[in-house]
């Protein structure tokens, strides 16, 4: 097989599938349009199929762990294993979409992940304990805005002064704002500049070739 | 085939094609055309542009060495929502690197490295990587992806919960959790400080920015990640498309000063011309 059909070609496919995606964002042309239709149907085959690629390896991975009786790891990963296998056994039985599913579901999984979620309150107050101690006069800004922003959000706030809430939607809407907008301009700037570099095939694996080798 | 001009329709051949968004495509070509030149001048000539070493990055190092004086492990996060599909696949790789080259130290020194994954489809990605690592320190046999990638849960409350506990069994030194990751992480992160574990943190999404602020000993803000993964990896067309990046950022700056200038004058030109 020729080198353009091993690296250049799906580089090159890469590249000119990639910008005509990006072009859709920026022209509405017909041909173009359906273009960027079907490889997205195509893109979402390809991530089902990586889905069900990756299920796959954490079952093997999860059945190394429990072949070698890791101390560690082997009882969770066995119970892994388990609720996979039957999850999936469950799923394919009654449909994803099934009520028996959904009870599954909302009765199991989502009460976790709540209770889980409530937990969140104590650990911002513990990190905040520690964090917030006037070291500098950098903290100690950040002290009284945070001060600020807590009584904006309080009744006891207004009652105490009716400043608070104005003071606080300030800081809200213009410092905080800004200060936010500066990073997700920063933010999009790298993942524009990133995606340039993935389509140019720079991100691409490389393997060394011998020289003067035709395969 | 009649020559189409910018924002108006016209007839091509019978069919109509609309350029819209114009400032959004503008942007866009002085970012990707400002990162292609850097990135040809770094291919063509070898002039790599010097990046500053952030004190996140320096403290890696540090935190490393005290895993290593205290025999403790390392943990290590390249995303709690890491995937290679959306428009986190940047801050995966960014936090790829990280992965690199911290593996890289603990395969010098000796000690284990714990990885924890959310996302089942970049397991093998780590896993090579940190193969690679091993294979660049000469320790090709130490590695054994069982014991030091684990693959915890793909839901935010498992992730959470699995991490709390491998940090409270194990008691690693450092704690380095550098990639796209959701609310979970303030919970891992003061199970971390419990432990007395270093941490180092760095994500790009607003909404959890101030978490790794409050909770990390040292923090990388939002493109800051970008910027260390590419330090980290001394890759020279990662290096120069920072330097692209910058170029953006100045022109983006201009714009909303001159922007903001013509408003305050009266001038909604330029607002205009942006909404194109």
């Given at each position: 097989m020729s080198k353009f059909l091993r690296a250049d070609g799906p580089k090159l496919l890469l590249t000119v599938f990639g910008f005509l995606i990006i072009a859709d964002y920026f022209v509405t042309w017909g041909p173009i349009n359906q273009f960027t239709k079907l490889m997205t149907e195509w893109a979402m085959v390809c991530a089902s199929t990586a889905g069900a690629v990756a299920y796959i390896n954490i079952v093997h991975r999860m059945s190394r762990t429990v072949i070698r009786?890791?101390?560690?790891?082997w009882i969770p990963s066995l119970l892994g294993l388990a609720v996979m296998v039957f999850a999936l056994a469950f799923g394919l039985a009654y449909?994803?979409?099934?009520d028996e599913y959904q009870y599954f579901y909302n009765l199991i999984k989502k009460p976790l992940e709540i209770a889980l979620t409530g937990l969140l309150i104590f650990f911002i107050a513990s990190a905040s304990y520690r964090t917030f101690r006037i070291r500098s006069k950098e903290v100690a800004v950040l002290l009284g805005s945070t001060i600020f922003i807590m009584l904006m959000n309080a009744p006891i706030g207004e009652a105490l002064w009716s400043g608070f809430p104005a003071g606080g939607e300030w800081i809200m809407k213009v410092g905080n704002t800004a200060g936010q907008r500066a990073l997700l301009v920063t933010g999009t700037a790298g993942v524009v500049v990133f995606s340039l570099r993935l389509l140019l095939g720079y991100e691409l694996a490389r393997k060394e070739e011998p020289e003067g080798e035709i395969a | 085939m009649e020559k189409l001009k910018f924002g108006t329709k016209r007839c091509v051949n019978g069919k109509s094609m609309i350029l819209k968004k114009i400032a959004p495509l503008v942007m866009l070509l002085v970012l990707d055309l400002s990162a292609y030149y850097f990135i040809r001048r770094a291919n063509v000539s070898g002039k790599v542009p010097k990046l500053r070493r952030l004190v996140a990055v320096a403290a890696m190092d540090e935190a490393v060495g005290r895993c290593a004086e205290m025999g403790r492990p390392v943990h290590i996060c390249?995303?709690?929502?890491?995937?290679?599909?959306?428009?986190?696949a940047s801050q995966t790789m960014a936090g790829m690197s990280v992965l690199s080259y911290i593996t890289r130290l603990a395969a010098r020194y000796g000690i284990t490295p714990i990885v924890t994954m959310?996302?089942?489809?970049?397991i093998p990605l780590v896993v090579e990587r940190m193969r690679e690592a091993y294979t660049q320190e000469g320790e090709a046999d130490k590695f054994d992806s069982v014991t030091s990638v684990r693959y915890i849960a793909s839901g935010y409350a498992g992730i959470m919960s699995g991490q709390m506990g491998i940090i409270g069994r194990e008691k690693p030194a450092a704690n380095i959790l550098v990639g796209p990751f959701s609310w979970e992480t303030l919970p891992v992160l003061e199970e971390g400080k419990r432990v007395g574990a270093i941490n180092i943190g760095g994500t790009v999404r607003l909404s959890v920015l101030h978490f790794f602020a409050v909770a990390c000993d040292y923090v990388l803000i939002s493109e800051e990640i970008y910027a260390a993964g590419a330090y980290l990896s001394g890759d020279p067309v990662s290096m120069s498309s920072i330097a692209g990046q910058d170029v953006g950022k100045i022109f983006a700056a201009i714009i909303l000063i001159v922007a903001t200038l013509a408003l305050t004058f009266g001038s909604d030109l330029i607002l205009n011309l942006l909404k194109m």
């Open positions: 009786r890791d101390p560690r790891t449909t994803f979409r099934g | 390249p995303g709690s929502q890491a995937s290679l599909r959306t428009y986190k959310a996302t089942a489809e970049t």
